[in-house]
């Protein structure tokens, strides 16, 4: 449909992975590493957890949230930011300075138990799962949009989940896209960088933001729905603080009722600990102490991202029933100026500001966003199954090349399997039920997460006499409880008290953390905790490390670091 | 020296230093209770929200800011505190007593830009045309006519100078000739020289010429001179004070317990056979603890250095006693860039091990306990153990300084340390139960 | 593609690494008494934090319920104080938050254990 924009997709993508080999620091010495890592490293890394950790949902689903709820779907940006102030305060530095690979590595080095290793891959593999579903709905809904129809007898949405979840997984399986620090961190610039440019071009064209807000108070927030028979037609939100007034763009009530409003917080905040293919980077910072200035940079970037994702959002809610009328394209987007998928926001903008490249720039954006984030987790995945399964537990005497086969198989098989389901779940059909569907179907992963890892993760850091059937039991009280809860929310809508059972993690991660607690005072620690404890929040690897790196340097440079 | 040593500091009660926390949050209480009441309940149409708010974030403001200082009593003495904080604790007690005149420059001693500045101070108020200031020796300052021939650093020219140096008398001088200035053109007339004494010994004359034929007042020049010999002499009791406190810390540095280094050397040695590399750790940490004590050479040092110091101590300690030694360590963080007096922790643990774990058969655990209340702007440090506890007389001992002799670092340099450096305010208890333990408490200034 | 392996650059040396030759290079160690007080210090401060942090995160959507003047009130330019707090001001304060965090906790492990390392000042923390 739209060559132009196809042709500028793809060059930026070329110019994105070719940027990224090319200055992509060569032979990485341990002295580069170190000098890297002091600085530059930091930063560096930083934007590479970001470029993880934006995916779709962020790079999209937020802008959506906003668009269709106002002020209720800000609390995404604040939840999926404010989730990094738990993982700074309680989980950077002691799981850097631990130096285990993973989370169920992590877990059960720490408590010294296999079966808790085991469990933790179940839980982990269950959190990627349905973090990788809602990624591949992304790329579907930017497929739909962009090419606009579909191949070998698919529809244009599977069709885009089926390309991109087969593109990603053959990268990540063949070992072409390893997800260096490097690519990630350039990829985040991009994703920033499409921000900058939509909110200039907002801005440039008359968008004040305050003012925007206080006209779009003045009417009811309206948004399209659907009959059976296909038509679509305008609905007015319901406040549901106030009970049966309508709702407005700049005050809660759209979307959570007051109960509501405080679960899905908690539950964005919690869940950022305990997403696998986060935590999995902190293992690349040289220190501890890094870690932690990481997780600050990280913080300030996020907050910068999210809080220009509400301000798009917010402009597009305001901007784009004046353009519906210019632009004739339009048309099939929307339902009196109010676009019927509301991921489509930031595309349309970019297509209102931009053309066609904009349109593509975009895209790009949120393919970038969505391939990022697939491979981290895939490689989390296949790193829990390759490392702490397969060479643990099913062939300890495995070569290397099985334990690759091995990791490949699994990456495969998860891709699939989140494909399938993402195809399964048409998101036109869901829109209704859940508007911004990328950006809710996200908040299912970090609830498993913050309900079943988060907190028996900073039990096992802060408490000491935390124990390896307690951790069991945390996790498998977490889980089963967030999912249940899911499962009865599914049923009995999210109205009332119930609504909190879509976001469960206020319920689960209390009631998780209290059956560890309860469990360890009748089990026993594991042996030599003083040593575990040494490691754990000791600084002496840290100390030898930095000590080293300025030997290193100051035996290269044959001068101290202190002679500028 | 030192004629302000007190009785050993068991159980000083200190006034000032008490803890505020919980009547300031009442106060608070009390405060957000009579806004809501006044602006929500009496007011008819009840006041906005934002201007409630605002009062009371006001009101809380002001108690929050305004209770600590109420605490710390009148406004003098908090001026005080205040400079003394900034030149550095030693001067301390004779600042407290010299408030008096405290425009005085002559706080450091006779020293000529002293001299000069004070001279510069009393020009107008002595009635006099030119005024100097010599020591035994030398013109410190000379200000007014004949300050070209009277030059600062000759010795003095007059003849008077010498009989007032001599006889430590008040001399008036009426003619020009008694003046005995050699210079013909010398324009001054007459004359009061006083004296300027530390108790009985003559230090310097404080002169004031004037070139007519009256003398200056001499009541006037007199009492002059007896202030700035008071100030002069609360400088030397200063300077000999901290020379007494430099004393106390050389004592304390060659203190140093060669027990321990000789016990510590043993371990090392034993332990060099069956684990080499514990053993050179234990090396470099007696090296860092003797580094650290020799190195110290202000009187004040940052918590966190003290407390580095006492780990160091500690470990080398429990590669001695093994299990039976266990430690535990409370530590604010506010507490670690506070400053405390140096090598003072240190000593309270030692007494701990060697007073009440040593002798104790299933050893037992020292507690060091450090917390900062930023209300009363005190730092709190805590020294416990559960051993063996001492008896009431023998604790009278220790803290009086008797047992020093045993090895031991007696409280009574620490508490004396104290005395000078804080004068009363600070607090330093120590209660033992026999069999139960021993607690040393200090309270001192947050520095 | 290899499995075993973090996502990364080239790897970290593990801490445990110790190259034999440069054997001076290994007397950094920690005593439990020291790293044990460390961490009840850190736990103390991280609780605290986290304490301040779910009460303003709470409060945002709490004073919805409680004042009126919050989601009705306009600020300049027309943005009611809980959108404004919604929209920029948690942000600002979660940075400022973890900046304090991290400083003091860079603080209390530099000074709680280990020596004071006076030759090199200015080696540790990389303040953003």
Known sequence: MITASIIGLAALLLVVLGIALVLQPRGASTLDFYLAGRRVGVVTNACAICGDYFSAASFLGVAAAVYVSGLDGVWYATGFAAGFIPVLLFVAAPLRRFGEFSIPDFLGRRLTSDRVRLTAVCVVQLIILSYLVPQAVGSGITWELLVGHGMAGLSPYATGVAVSTAAITALVALGGMRGTTWTQAVQFLVLLCAFIWLTVAAIGSGFHYPEAVDRLNEQPLTNPTATEEGQWHLETERDRIDGEDPATFGEPGARYGSLGQFALIITLIMGTAGLPHIMNRYFTSPTGLAARMTTVWVLGLASLFYALAVLLGTAARSLIPDAAAEHAWMEELTVGGVLKVPEHALLVLGRVYGGEIGLGFIASGALIAVMSTIAGLLLASAASWGHDVYERHINPHASQRQAVWAGRGAVVLVAVLSAAVAVGLRPDSLTALLPSIVATMVTWAFALAGSALTPVFILTIWWRRTTAPAAIAGMITGAVTAITMFALGTVYGDAGLSEMLLTPTIVAAPLSAVVTVVVSRFTTTPAELDRLWLKLHGTAADRHTLRLARLTITGVTGRSKEEP | MSGVNRAPAARRAGGALRNGSLPLAAALALAWGLVYLITQVIAAPPLGVGTTLLIGVGLTLLLTIGYPSALRGPRGARLATRQQGKQGAITRPGQTIAAVGRSIPLRSGLTSEAAQRTAQLLHPLLGGDSVAITDRHKVLAFLGPGSDHHTVGDPPRTDISAKVLDRAKTVVVRHRAKLGCPEPSCPLQTAVVAPLAIGKRVVGALKVYRLDETPPPRGLVEGMAGILSLHLELAELDRERKLAVDAKLDALRAQINPHFLFNTLNTIASKARTDPEEARQLLLRLSDFFRYAVRQDGHFAEFGQEYFFVRTYLSLEQARYGDRLRVRYDVDPQVLTTNVPVLTIQPLVENAVKHGLANKVDGGTVTLKARVDPLTRTTTIQVSDDGVGIEDDELEKIVSGDVTAEGGIGLRNISERLDTLFGERYRFDVRSTAGQGTVVDLRIPLG | ?128
Do not use: I
């Open chain 3, 1 to 128: 593609m290899v499995p075993a392996v973090p996502p990364s650059d080239a790897g970290s040396p593990p801490p445990e690494d110790r190259d034999p030759a440069g054997f001076e290079l290994t007397d950094e160690y920690d005593m439990p008494a020291e790293v044990d007080a460390t961490f009840r210090t850190l736990r103390r401060a991280a609780f605290g934090y986290f304490a301040l942090f779910v009460v303003v995160v709470a409060a945002v959507p709490g004073l919805t319920l409680a004042l009126d003047w919050w989601s009705q009130g306009r600020l300049v330019g027309g943005m009611s104080p809980s959108f404004v707090m919604a929209a920029f001001g948690l942000y600002v304060f979660f940075f400022v938050l973890a900046v304090a965090a991290a400083t003091l906790a860079n603080a209390v492990e530099d000074r709680m254990l280990g020596g004071p390392e006076r030759d090199h000042p200015e080696q540790r923390g990389d303040a953003p």
